[in-house]
């Protein structure tokens, strides 16, 4: 073990703790303009944060990605602060009322913004039109988009192949195929893309896809496994056909774990 590290990583950490904290009086006091209408004590420090953050990035570019980002940041502050208002102030009751204006305030700058951008083909607003408003336009629009370079996150195509896993399994494969292999460079392999992959599998009968990506799983996910038994149950295989299934979970594991994930040829970009 590395004492003098240890030893400087102890005093360090608060200290860049209380450098982040004191990061907000300082925004507030130099640029007044993005902390309008915010609460001012400890509670939902962080969505606090972020939304001043998004303030600022909106004002410098205020283009769909930018906007998107102070929607989220105000939904996510609004619904920090809600619950909230149920709690008793007994000594400093304006800061309840403090809480209301903020709320009050981000819903409706949150209902500017999404009007504003009702027209956007951006996909992430799509997505959030579907999601929020039940827009089948958006989402029919979002559908389309498939192909765009713009389309190319995991989130997105995640999204894509739940819209498209009941009429067009095929193209639902390829869109989970193509959220695994972005998934695979992003800070956590998202688990549930593979999971989602497996279910596909069983409906499509594919079994041996089943066999192989629910072994798969299992070693990358640790927490919660599949029941290899019940998907095992689906059909028999011989031990030949086992041993060059297993070639191909080590091979897959290898891969993901390495970000070297190949797509299929029929999910190639």
């Not at 450098?19 to 962080?46: F, G, M, V």
């Not at 927490?223 to 060059?244: G, H, I, K, N, W």
């Amino acid at each position: 073990m590395n004492i003098k590290h240890s030893f400087f990583m102890l005093f360090a950490l608060p200290f860049l703790a209380a450098c982040e904290q004191d990061r907000i009086p300082d925004t507030c006091h130099d640029s007044p303009k993005y902390c309008i209408n915010l609460h001012e004590d400890s509670w939902c420090r962080a969505e606090r944060e972020i939304l001043i953050d998004a303030r600022q990035a909106h004002t410098r570019d205020a283009d769909d990605a930018q906007a998107y980002t102070l929607m989220v940041a105000l939904q996510d502050y609004q619904q920090c602060l809600e619950p909230l208002l149920t709690m008793e102030y007994t000594r400093r009751k304006e800061r309840k009322e403090q809480k209301l204006n903020a709320i009050m305030d981000a819903k409706e700058h949150l209902a500017q913004l999404t009007e504003r951008t009702q027209d956007s083909d951006y996909p992430y607003l799509l997505l959030w039109r579907w999601q929020h408003q039940a827009d089948h336009q958006a989402k029919a629009r979002f559908i389309t988009l498939a192909e765009r370079p713009d389309m190319r996150q995991a989130m997105l195509q995640k999204n894509l192949a739940k819209f498209l896993m009941a009429r067009d399994s095929e193209a639902a494969e390829i869109a989970l195929q193509r959220a695994l292999a972005l998934s695979q460079h992003e800070a956590e392999l998202d688990t549930d893309i593979i999971a989602q992959l497996i279910a596909l599998y069983v409906r499509q009968q594919d079994y041996q896809k089943v066999w192989v990506w629910s072994r798969v799983f299992n070693q990358l996910k640790a927490e919660e496994t599949v029941d290899l038994a019940r998907m095992d149950s689906y059909t028999t295989f011989s031990a030949s056909e086992q041993q060059t299934m297993q070639v191909q979970v080590e091979r897959l594991i290898e891969q993901l774990t390495h970000q070297d994930y190949k797509l299929p040829a029929k999910a190639a970009w």
